[in-house]
């Protein structure tokens, strides 16, 4: 071959772009082409690649970001070796596609390949997700999220998905609707999503009936509302997570509109009342009867178990600690604190606490006497000691009783006498 020949055999080489690389150092143009199951175009297919970048220092190898396909499942690559004179360039390129949780690699020779290079996902289908209302309506701007992957839907309420064979995981939201659940993959599918909306009303309350003026935070936003009421027609989602503030004290929890549209909330504002306390000893031991009451059309009532009873001797330093009373219920709002045998003839005092279920609390101190109550000695047969009456010695001889009515009937006997010797004489 004469060196016409040669280089027009070089010529023609170049021009079909089929020439053997040179692997001192290179440049290469190309596409990459990432088709489903049915070698259909995948948009949005994850691509990068690795090569030889012929550096003669850091790593020999390079790995490009990661790039996405256009509409017609393509990503343009243009790449240049720079080429090293201490060793031998690889002229292997590395490319990898990932979608739908499959991922496919292959390995070229630079300049010795066509272009575009296509990544066939043979194990990948297309599925699209619908989301609609319950007339079946299209609902524009929901999200569906598969695999970490979030989509919002279109104006007909419609996103595709290119996914693996296989269960896949999916989170369907809109406003605060939500919908989860797994859905099997074989091929080509379709998938529905209902969101129905209800109707709801918040009314915010006292306990005595008295709206309130309240700042309630809802569907990611917040209201102020001087009559403390909400309303709305239409509303998506069974978990509404609803915020109400009132003058600082801040009440939440979630509420399922389908189930439960009508929802009033109580602030109960005003504390029990300690209506009275009586005071009894019997066989030496004291108890305080106790009546309690939490007055309201919508008061959350007392608890129970929050009553306290402390006393103490009136006289004890102000430092001294109080006695806990052993107190139980004896019925509704009522309570006996059992404050056990008292000093007599002495004060006492007492402190009692009680609170709402709102956790309003109500305290009364206050004072009694202990009488003076005789105290039986003990003694191991429990036996109760009656003394004898004393004999005094001071009789009245029975002959002075008699003398004196002798007496007596004399002086009787010349009051007539006298009386009848007037009458005469007159």
């Known amino acids: 071959m004469n060196h016409r020949q040669l280089l027009i055999f070089l010529t023609l080489i170049s021009l079909v772009n089929i020439s053997v690389a040179d692997c001192v150092g290179y440049g290469d143009e190309f596409q990459v082409r990432v088709l489903d199951a049915k070698y259909r175009p995948i948009p949005e297919a994850s691509v990068w690649i690795t090569y030889d970048r012929g550096t003669s220092f850091g790593d020999k190898y390079f790995t490009t970001p990661v790039n996405y396909t256009d509409s017609n499942g393509m990503v343009d690559y243009y790449i240049r070796n720079m080429g090293t004179g201490t060793r031998e360039i690889d002229c292997d390129i590395d490319i990898s596609a990932s979608v739908g949780g499959s991922t496919r690699s292959r390995t070229i020779e630079a300049n010795i390949h066509g272009t575009p290079i296509d990544m066939v996902m043979d194990d990948v289908y297309p599925v699209m997700f619908y989301v609609r209302d319950q007339h079946r309506a299209a609902i524009q701007n929901s999200t569906v999220t598969i695999d970490g992957k979030t989509e919002k839907t279109n104006e007909y309420g419609s996103v595709k998905f290119f996914l693996k064979k296989g269960d896949h995981d999916y989170l369907a939201t809109y406003l605060d609707a939500k919908q989860a659940g797994t859905i099997t993959v074989n091929d080509d599918d379709a998938y529905e999503v209902l969101f129905e909306p209800n109707e709801l009303e918040i009314h915010v309350l006292d306990d005595q009936g008295n ?43 979630v509420i399922d509109p389908a189930s439960k549209n009508n929802l009033t909330i109580i602030y109960d504002l005003r504390s029990p009342l300690l209506e009275s306390v009586d005071v009894q000893t019997q066989n030496n031991q004291t108890t305080l009867l106790i009546t309690a009451s939490d007055p309201g059309i919508y008061a959350s009532g007392v608890d129970v178990s929050s009553i306290s009873v402390l006393y103490k001797l009136g006289t004890a330093a102000s430092d001294t600690d109080w006695n806990t009373a052993t107190t139980f219920s004896t019925g509704h709002n009522t309570f006996t604190a059992d404050l056990g045998q008292l000093p007599s003839n002495n004060i006492m005092e007492f402190k009692i606490g009680i609170k709402d279920r709102e956790g309003n609390s109500a305290i009364i101190t206050g004072k009694f006497s202990t009488l003076f109550v005789p105290v039986p000695q003990n003694n191991t047969q429990n036996q109760t000691i009656t003394q004898p009456i004393e004999d005094t010695g001071q009789e009245i001889p029975l002959i002075y009783i008699i003398g004196g009515v002798i007496l007596v009937i004399l002086a009787i006997y010349l009051l007539i006498r006298i009386k009848s010797a007037a009458m005469g004489g007159n």
């Open 211 to 253: 709206k309130l003026h309240i700042s309630l935070f809802i569907l990611n936003q917040t209201f102020d509302l001087e009559d403390g009421y909400f309303q709305r027609d239409k509303i998506f989602g069974n978990s509404i997570e609803y915020t109400i503030n009132y003058n600082g004290v801040v009440k939440g929890d």
